[in-house]
C-alpha cells in the first residue's frame, strides 16, 4: 500500500509515512498529504483503486496501540517508520521482483509518474500541483529525464556562418546582461594574515572585476590562508607537504567537492607564480576525480506492476 501511494500520487518517502487516517476523506473522495518541504497540505483525490487498495490494507493491518498512523513498524513498539525505512522496503520488493533495475532512489516513482503524465498530454502547472511543485522549474527537474519525448522537439544543430564585416562599434550594446551582477557592497574578506594574503585578494579582485563574485572561491582561499598563518606564519613559499596537509583536512567532502577546493588553490598559485616564486604547484593528474551526476532510472507501468504485484 506505501508503495502503491509513492507510484500512484508521486509521494516523496518523508510525505506518505506521515500519513494519518485523518487525512482520508472517505465521503469528500480526497487524500490529504502533508508536506514536510513546503509546510503546505496537498489535495489530491481518492480514486475508487487507491480507496480499495487503503481499505484492503486497514482490514489487514488496523491501527496498533492507538495509534493514528498509516504505516507502523511490524515489531513492537509499534511507531511510525521512518522516512529512511522506505528506501529499504522499495528495493528489497524490487529485488523480489526479478526485474533487474538494481538499487533505486524513492524519487524513482516522482520522476517516473511525471514523464508518464507528460506522455498523456497533462499540462505542466497540472503535473507541478500533483507533485506539490511552487515553481514550474522544480517540475522542469524532473521531466529532462524524458530523453525520447525531448528528441522530437529538439532543434537542428545550427550550420557555421562565416564572419563578414568589421567589429561593430556598439558591441558591449549586443552583449547579453549579467544575470545576477555583484553587489555595489560587496567586498573581498579582509582577514587573510598569512604571507600570501596580499596576493589573494589581488587575485580575488582581479576576478571578481569580471562580473561575478566567486564566493566559495574566496571562502575556500581564506581557509587555505589560515591554514598558512597557523603552520608557516608569514612564509610566502609553498610546499608540498604542507599543501598536502591542508588538503588531509578535506577528506571529508565528496571528491567533486574536495576537487574543486584544491583547483582553487591551483589556480591561485598558477595566477601568483607569473611573478613571484611559489615553490611548489600542484598537478591536477593527482586530484581526485569527480564523481558524475546518477540519474534515476525512469520505471515503466509495466515494471510498476510487477513492483507492486511482488508486494
Not at 514550474?136 to 519525448?149: C, K, P, Q, V
Not at 553587489?183 to 594574515?193: E, K, Q, V, Y
Request: glycine share 6%; hydrophobic share 40%.
Amino acid at each position: 500500500t506505501l508503495l502503491y501511494l509513492m507510484a500512484a500520487y508521486g509521494l516523496r518517502c518523508g510525505e506518505v509515512v506521515v500519513l494519518t487516517l485523518e487525512d482520508i476523506e472517505w465521503r469528500a473522495r480526497q487524500l490529504h498529504v502533508p508536506q514536510r518541504k513546503t509546510k503546505n497540505k496537498l489535495v489530491l483525490p481518492l480514486t475508487d483503486e487507491a480507496g480499495d487498495v487503503l481499505q484492503r490494507y486497514l482490514k489487514k493491518c488496523p491501527p496498533r496501540d492507538g495509534r493514528r498512523e498509516l504505516f507502523l513498524r511490524l515489531i513492537a513498539p509499534y511507531q511510525p517508520l521512518h522516512s529512511t525505512s522506505v528506501h529499504d522496503i522499495l528495493n528489497h520488493w524490487i529485488g523480489r521482483s526479478d526485474l533487474g533495475l538494481g538499487t533505486q532512489g524513492t524519487h524513482v516513482f516522482r520522476h517516473s509518474l511525471a514523464c508518464r503524465l507528460l506522455r498523456q498530454g497533462v499540462p505542466l502547472k497540472t503535473i507541478g500541483d500533483t507533485l506539490g511543485h511552487r515553481d514550474i522549474e522544480s517540475t522542469g527537474a524532473y521531466l529532462r529525464l524524458a530523453i525520447d519525448d525531448l528528441r522530437q522537439v529538439a532543434l537542428p544543430v545550427p550550420k557555421a556562418v562565416p564572419f563578414k564585416g568589421a567589429i561593430q562599434s556598439d558591441w558591449k550594446a549586443c552583449l547579453p546582461r549579467v544575470r545576477h551582477p555583484v553587489a555595489l557592497f560587496h567586498r573581498t574578506p579582509t582577514r587573510f594574515r598569512s604571507g600570501l594574503g596580499a596576493a589573494i585578494q589581488q587575485y580575488l579582485a582581479t576576478k571578481q572585476a569580471l562580473g561575478r563574485a566567486y564566493d566559495n572561491e574566496a571562502r575556500t582561499l581564506l581557509h587555505w590562508d589560515g591554514f598558512l598563518y597557523r603552520h608557516q606564519g608569514r612564509s610566502r613559499i609553498i610546499t608540498s607537504d604542507s599543501f598536502n596537509a591542508w588538503a588531509a583536512q578535506l577528506t571529508h567532502l565528496n571528491p567533486s567537492v574536495l576537487r574543486n577546493r584544491l583547483r582553487f588553490v591551483r589556480n591561485f598559485l598558477r595566477f601568483h607564480s607569473r611573478q613571484h616564486k611559489v615553490g611548489f604547484l600542484p598537478e591536477l593528474a593527482t586530484f581526485p576525480r569527480t564523481v558524475p551526476p546518477r540519474l534515476p532510472r525512469l520505471v515503466s507501468e509495466e515494471e510498476m506492476a510487477r513492483i507492486l504485484a511482488a508486494a
